[in-house]
């Protein structure tokens, strides 16, 4: 039988990016796991630090597909899963092919080893996207070879590093992207224009991020909160990028509790902040060209409003196009004239 690597790897790239900007400090990682007869037993993401990584939340929907044991399913710790597969999985894994995008881990951080745990089911052939040059965690690769496990390394390679580039800005200095929501004919003005379930996904990524920077026109306008009120988690510091420093100290992002506001004509602050993110329009894009990292654009389908971007052809590479939700969201790297 004639099996299609790159698209079972491509499965893993997909549902990994599905949780990219959520996954701080931790880089955004996917799996698939594919049957003796090339049928797909699990596509699978890691979703949120300290919670299971990809290969594990992969092996537990594959391992329930494969058993009906639902005692696995009410298991969430990535301690008590490796448990119940290594004591349970008699040999079910013996003829399963493990795809993930990042090498798996070797080491017992906040959960334990993936490679160990590889190891443990037997599996004999896994792929990896993107070597893990983390020295904590790497070396995950040899772990998989001792215990006679083929691996093949670098499967899509290019799309694999570029889902790992934000957590290699981390590990180096820092990570910037500039987040937007438009509608079909480019307005990004006159009230909401994502749908609820964007909007809960920018409050999950605020929750994660360290500093969010915004224009002082938009402050003055709009009068945000810019909290994470959807998701109950906590508000990160704002940078206002102004000239003038004088706000109404109502406007209500002043007022969250457990934040830091800064007023500032500069980003000589960013230095200190590791996971940014900027929310903005026209003007905030252009000044922040030489500082973005990546883009992500939220693109709702209606018409309204009347102001757009202006002053720019940029070009843009789409790293990924989402479509499964209420919006069209796509994360992008700027073609020319990128940091």
């Not at 099996?3 to 955004?28: H, S």
């Not at 597969?85 to 070797?106: D, G, I, K, R, V």
């Not at 991020?209 to 109950?232: A, E, F, Q, Y």
């Amino acid at each position: 039988m004639l099996i299609d690597k790159n698209f079972f790897m491509g499965l893993a790239l997909k549902e990994a990016w599905k949780y990219q900007g959520l996954t701080y400090p931790n880089p955004a990682v996917g799996c698939t796991i594919v049957g003796e007869n090339g049928e797909i037993l699990a596509v699978e993401a890691h979703h949120k630090a300290g919670e299971p990584h990809a290969e594990v939340n992969a092996l537990k929907s594959a391992y329930y597909k494969l058993t009906h044991d639902d005692y696995i399913l009410a298991l969430t710790s990535s301690e008590d899963i490796h448990t119940h597969l290594q004591s349970n999985h008699q040999n079910l894994f013996a003829t399963t092919t493990l795809y993930t995008t990042l090498e798996p881990c070797s080491h017992y951080g906040k959960t334990p080893s993936c490679a160990r745990l590889i190891s443990d089911l037997g599996i004999k052939e896994v792929y990896v996207g993107s070597n893990d040059l983390n020295p904590e965690a790497k070396n995950g690769n040899l772990i998989l070879n001792m215990n006679n496990c083929i691996v093949y390394t670098e499967l899509l390679k290019d799309e694999c590093d570029a889902l790992l580039e934000p957590f290699k800005k981390w590990q180096a200095k820092n990570f910037i992207f500039f987040k937007w929501a438009q509608r079909l004919n480019g307005s990004v003005d006159d009230g909401v224009i994502s749908s609820a379930q964007s909007r809960e996904n920018v409050h999950k990524m605020r929750n994660v991020c360290d500093l969010l920077i915004i224009g002082g026109n938009s402050v003055r306008l709009d009068r945000p909160t810019l909290d994470c009120r959807l998701v109950n988690g906590k508000a990160p510091d704002i940078l206002i990028y102004s000239r003038e420093i004088d706000f109404d100290q109502t406007i209500p992002l002043f007022n969250v509790k457990g934040r830091k506001v800064f007023i500032e004509n500069n980003f000589n602050r960013l230095s200190k902040y590791k996971n940014i993110m900027i929310e903005g329009t026209s003007n905030l894009y252009h000044l922040t060209h030489d500082i973005v990292d990546y883009y992500l654009s939220y693109i709702a389908p209606k018409f309204g409003g009347v102001e757009g971007f202006k002053g720019t052809d940029d070009k843009f590479q789409v790293l990924n196009l989402e479509k499964e939700t209420q919006d069209i969201i796509m994360w992008m790297k700027r073609i020319e004239g990128n940091k």
